[in-house]
């Protein structure tokens, strides 16, 4: 079965700075996408960013990028010049046909 | 274009009592999610549909669970008799073939 690991619970970066959330998942798929959701306080869950496993290239959508290492399977996401407004809940997320969510990561983007 | 329609948003209720949760998806979506949140186990997925048949239901906690989908635009997660361990964010999400979730603005249940 697919699982999804987050193993950073709780991160905490000064304004500006540039942060990463690890991903790391396991299946025996080849074709399949992944994602990262943020959910602010108002618990609407965002898409953030999404990357299809045949691409090599790094998905990139404004300051938000990832590092998909698909041999490793890790798919981390950088933010660059983080702002107070990226304070949420992470999630990574998997796709093959059904859609799973790593347990994610509460960022504090500090003043 | 409207997005994922929920309700009710808060719903609280008392042990015993049968609860109905509603989710109306993106038109033209033929994929249909229900995930519930807590904070201890996050999102975890329930069931879903594809085509408005259930195609994975082995994330549904007991069998007090049901969810049907009569149709492409209506979906219903049934707690009955509902329990104060149910207590949980519950969000429903669609997609197109392969593309992303679009998510409801959940639905918050209380039980007491």
């Known amino acids: 079965a697919q699982t999804v690991t987050q193993s950073q619970p709780e991160m905490s970066v000064q304004e500006a700075e540039t942060v990463t959330l690890s991903c790391t998942y396991d299946?025996?798929?080849?074709?399949?996408?992944l994602f990262w959701y943020k959910q602010p306080p108002s618990r609407q869950m965002i898409l953030v960013i999404r990357?299809?496993?045949?691409?090599?290239q790094n998905a990139t959508e404004n300051r938000f990028s990832v590092n998909f290492q698909k041999a490793a399977k890790s798919f981390s996401l950088k933010i660059s010049d983080s702002q107070l407004g990226d304070t949420a809940m992470y999630f990574c997320?998997?796709?093959?046909?059904?859609?799973?969510f790593g347990k994610g990561t509460r960022l504090h983007i500090l003043p | 274009d409207a997005g994922v329609i929920q309700s009710p948003r808060h719903e609280v209720t008392e042990m015993g009592q049968e609860v109905t949760l509603r989710c109306k998806p993106i038109?033209?979506?033929?994929?249909l999610f229900w995930y519930r949140q807590t904070m201890m186990r996050g999102l975890e997925l329930l069931i879903y549909?594809?085509?408005?048949?259930?195609?994975?239901d082995s994330g549904m906690p007991e069998d007090r669970f049901s969810a049907k989908m009569p149709n492409a635009s209506f979906s219903t997660l049934k707690i009955q008799p509902s329990e104060p361990r149910d207590s949980a964010v519950y969000f429903c999400?669609?997609?197109?073939?392969?593309?992303?979730?679009?998510f409801g603005e959940g639905s918050r249940l209380t039980v007491l």
């Open positions: 990357q299809e496993a045949y691409k090599q």
């Open positions: 997320a998997f796709r093959d046909d059904k859609i799973i």
């Open positions: 999400a669609s997609t197109k073939d392969a593309g992303e979730l679009f």
């Open positions: 038109s033209g979506h033929d994929y």
């Open positions: 549909f594809n085509n408005n048949v259930p195609i994975d």
């Open positions: 299946t025996s798929e080849s074709n399949y996408y």
